[in-house]
């Protein structure tokens, strides 16, 4: 039979609002998560980081927030911009150092409609 | 400026011709990994190494070579290309004493299709 390939989540938001991108991550022993920006053509690029210490992190109009217990994360973009359209990747390390595997989610697509 | 530098872009190529995508890196960092990104898939490790001399595996090695001969470059081999090694691949580097960005530096990209 015909495959059917999978589907990245999308958000789809109005130029202004603000934007939440979710993620879940597995492994417990992870204690440093990164999100990242994948606009098209592109490689990935380094948005924001938190520990596994804390429970939020603010940047430049985003804002990350770990919920360890349910081992979630979410990033925040505030007054969202056309030129914020991207795939949005979080990604985990395991093991406590820098030098560790680090594992993506899948990615979810963000569009911003002026 | 610092960067990470793969080469080529695009490629083309036949099912079974050995292939070498070249990666660079400026920034002196130790830490260097091959990526594989697959629609619906997200980006699966393929090799890293954490210095010269050192590489290990990945998640997704099969058909994959890699060598680490000097710090900055990090090549990554295909022996004998197959069509389920089409993908867009992606070379990184990191350092952990990169205290301003603890995160990866990622190059732009090679897109290969194996026919």
């Known amino acids: 039979g015909e495959s059917v390939g999978l589907h990245l989540p999308t958000l789809s938001v109005q130029e202004g609002d603000n934007s939440i991108i979710n993620c879940a991550y597995s492994n417990s022993a992870s204690d440093y998560f990164i999100w990242y920006k994948q606009e098209s053509g592109k490689g990935p690029q380094f948005i924001i980081d938190i520990r596994s210490n804390m429970d939020k992190r603010q940047g430049q109009r985003v804002t990350v927030l770990l919920n360890k217990t349910v081992k979630h994360l979410s990033l925040q973009i505030a007054a969202t911009q056309p030129g914020d359209s991207a795939v949005y990747f979080c990604?985990?390390?395991?093991?406590?150092?820098?030098?560790?595997?680090?594992?993506f989610g899948q990615g979810t697509i963000l569009t911003v409609h002026p | 400026e610092a960067q990470v530098t793969q080469n080529p872009r695009y490629l083309i190529t036949v099912t079974g011709k050995k292939l070498t995508v070249t990666c660079s890196q400026n920034m002196n960092h130790e830490y260097m990994s091959w990526y594989r990104q697959d629609p619906g898939l997200g980006l699966r490790q393929i090799y890293y190494s954490m210095n010269v001399e050192v590489t290990d595996k990945g998640d997704v090695p099969e058909g994959y070579k890699v060598s680490r001969k000097e710090k900055r470059n990090f090549p990554l081999i295909l022996e004998s290309p197959s069509p389920n090694q089409t993908s867009l691949y992606f070379c990184?580097?990191?350092?952990?004493?990169?205290?301003?960005?603890?995160?990866?530096?990622f190059g732009s990209g090679t897109r290969l299709t194996v026919v």
């Open positions: 990184a580097s990191s350092s952990p004493s990169d205290r301003l960005n603890y995160g990866y530096t």
């Open positions: 990604a985990d390390f395991a093991g406590g150092t820098s030098y560790g595997k680090l594992t």
